[in-house]
Each structure stands twice: as structure tokens, then as C-alpha cells.
């Protein structure tokens, strides 16, 4: 596997959008929130691992490159006629570049390519300390101190899962994150979600806290807490503040 990556961040994401990534309207953020429903539940893992021990990251199951995200990209993640599920990650992912280029959001957007046709096969961003309190408190994040950063956000198109890209793309952005400065990155998978689970923890990730984020009322109040796990003995564990913020 190689590595190269700039800034993360595209420019220009919504004028050089392709037509089929629509640019989120306030009539679909409506519906959005319409559909949270008067109470919601969700519960997540919080995984760590410290960046600056080295760690020999599976590869893929063909040669991965990762690179920062451009807006044709959009198309090949998200082709026209993808299922719902994509179609609400294309949505995030063009609310995100919004707050990047607004400033809210100080997080990064990559993409790992197959390295023999540079053809987009997993999304992922990579977030670091410094997000405006509205935004942290809407997406649940943790407070990150200066040398961490949050892998968040993944995503692999249905033709290119159970290939080990996951896994190889955590591993990568964790090695970038490393030559950044950072320490520490963190990720929280919801608890049902199983093969990231895995493939996260393959790319060295331990388990340490759970988040449960809960809203009311149609998501005008949203509480996350975070409960530390209890220590496995003879692990290093990461250290990070118990409790939540509303």
C-alpha cells in the first residue's frame, strides 16, 4: 500500500458537484428531522489507538492508495440509483464539505483508490479538536484534545466490501494522522455494526468507552454520555474524559 494525501479538504465542492450529488436543501433537512421521531436511541463503541506505536495494518485484497477526496469522486461512491443508505451518505457527505469550507468543522475527507485504475473505493474523514459547540453536540463528538483526531464517517460501496479496504484505509489514515502530529485517533461504530467493528479493530483499534446518544423531540434535544469500558488487563488503554455534554 502507498500513501499520499494534501490538505483532505476539495475545493469547491458544490459547484464542481456532479449533477447526481445534490447539494442538501432546507426541505430535505425538514424531512430529516421529521424522521428522527419524538425519541431515538442510539449506542456506539468508542475504539482508540495510539498512533505513534507502530502497527502492521492488513492490506486489501488489491493495492490501495489513499488520497484526499475530489468532487468527481462523489459519483463513483455514490453512483445514480445507489440504495437509501448511500444516498443519506452522499447527503452528509456534501453537508460536511459545507461545514469545512464555513470553518465549523475542522475535519479532513479522504478516499482510498485502487491503485491500478485511481477508482474510489472507500470515504472517510478524519476530524480534529476545534468543532464549533452546536456542531458537537448535534453529531455527539467527543472533546478531543490537540495531539487526537476522530476517524469517522466510513464508507464502502457495496462492490467493494469483504475486501479488506476498510480496514486498509483506517490503517492509512491513522499513519497520516500520526505524521500530523497527532497521538491518538478515536472512532465510535454503532454497536450493531459488526463487520466495522472488525475492521476497525484489525487496523489496531482497541475498545474502550461506549457512547449513547439519545434525542427527543424530533432531535431538538440531543444528550450524549460516554462510559469508559473496563480495562483489559495488560492493555495499554488510552485516556480520555468520562462523562457527556448536552
Same mark, same amino acid.
Given at each position: /500500500?502507498?500513501?499520499?494525501?494534501?490538505?483532505?479538504?476539495?475545493?469547491?465542492?458544490?459547484?464542481?458537484?456532479?449533477?447526481?450529488?445534490?447539494? &442538501?436543501?432546507?426541505?430535505?433537512?425538514?424531512? %430529516?428531522?421529521?424522521?428522527?421521531?419524538?425519541?431515538?436511541?442510539?449506542?456506539?463503541?468508542?475504539?482508540?489507538? *495510539?498512533?505513534? #506505536?507502530?502497527? @502492521?495494518?492488513?492490506?486489501?485484497?488489491?493495492?490501495?492508495?489513499?488520497? *484526499? =477526496?475530489?468532487?468527481?469522486?462523489?459519483?463513483?461512491?455514490?453512483?445514480?440509483? $445507489? *440504495?437509501?443508505?448511500?444516498? %443519506?451518505?452522499?447527503?452528509?457527505?456534501?453537508?460536511?464539505?459545507?461545514?469545512? +469550507?464555513?470553518?465549523?468543522?475542522?475535519?479532513? $475527507?479522504?478516499?482510498?483508490?485502487? !491503485?491500478?485504475?485511481?477508482?474510489? =473505493?472507500?470515504?472517510?474523514?478524519?476530524?480534529?479538536?476545534? $468543532?464549533? @459547540?452546536?456542531?458537537? %453536540? @448535534? @453529531?455527539?463528538?467527543?472533546?478531543? +484534545?490537540?495531539?487526537?483526531? /476522530?476517524?469517522?464517517?466510513?464508507?464502502?460501496?457495496?462492490? =467493494?466490501?469483504?475486501?479488506? #479496504? /476498510?480496514? !486498509?484505509?483506517?490503517?492509512?489514515?491513522?499513519?497520516?494522522?500520526?505524521?500530523?502530529?497527532?497521538?491518538?485517533?478515536?472512532?465510535?461504530? *454503532?454497536?450493531?455494526?459488526?463487520?466495522?467493528?472488525?475492521?476497525?479493530?484489525?487496523?489496531?483499534?482497541?475498545?474502550?468507552?461506549?457512547?449513547?446518544?439519545?434525542?427527543?423531540?424530533?432531535?431538538?434535544?440531543?444528550?450524549?454520555?460516554?462510559?469508559?469500558?473496563?480495562?483489559?488487563?495488560? %492493555?495499554?488503554?488510552?485516556?480520555? &474524559?468520562?462523562?457527556?455534554?448536552?
Amino acid at each position: /500500500m502507498g500513501l499520499r494525501a494534501n490538505d483532505g479538504i476539495p475545493r469547491g465542492p458544490y459547484r464542481d458537484a456532479p449533477t447526481n450529488a445534490r447539494v &442538501p436543501t432546507a426541505l430535505d433537512r425538514v424531512w %430529516r428531522r421529521l424522521g428522527e421521531g419524538p425519541y431515538g436511541r442510539r449506542v456506539s463503541i468508542g475504539l482508540g489507538r *495510539d498512533v505513534t #506505536v507502530p502497527f @502492521a495494518t492488513p492490506e486489501a485484497r488489491f493495492p490501495v492508495l489513499l488520497r *484526499d =477526496c475530489r468532487p468527481d469522486d462523489l459519483a463513483a461512491l455514490f453512483p445514480r440509483g $445507489c *440504495d437509501a443508505t448511500a444516498e %443519506r451518505e452522499r447527503a452528509d457527505v456534501l453537508w460536511r464539505f459545507g461545514k469545512v +469550507e464555513s470553518g465549523e468543522q475542522p475535519s479532513r $475527507c479522504f478516499v482510498a483508490v485502487d !491503485a491500478r485504475t485511481d477508482r474510489p =473505493c472507500h470515504i472517510q474523514w478524519l476530524t480534529e479538536a476545534g $468543532c464549533g @459547540a452546536r456542531i458537537r %453536540r @448535534a @453529531a455527539g463528538f467527543p472533546a478531543l +484534545e490537540a495531539d487526537e483526531a /476522530m476517524l469517522e464517517n466510513a464508507y464502502t460501496p457495496v462492490g =467493494c466490501r469483504g475486501l479488506g #479496504v /476498510m480496514t !486498509a484505509a483506517v490503517g492509512l489514515i491513522a499513519d497520516l494522522a500520526a505524521s500530523l502530529g497527532k497521538r491518538r485517533v478515536v472512532a465510535f461504530i *454503532d454497536e450493531d455494526n459488526v463487520p466495522s467493528l472488525r475492521g476497525a479493530e484489525r487496523a489496531g483499534l482497541s475498545r474502550w468507552s461506549v457512547r449513547t446518544r439519545t434525542r427527543y423531540g424530533f432531535g431538538v434535544v440531543r444528550i450524549s454520555r460516554f462510559r469508559r469500558l473496563p480495562p483489559i488487563p495488560g %492493555r495499554r488503554e488510552p485516556g480520555h &474524559p468520562e462523562g457527556g455534554f448536552h
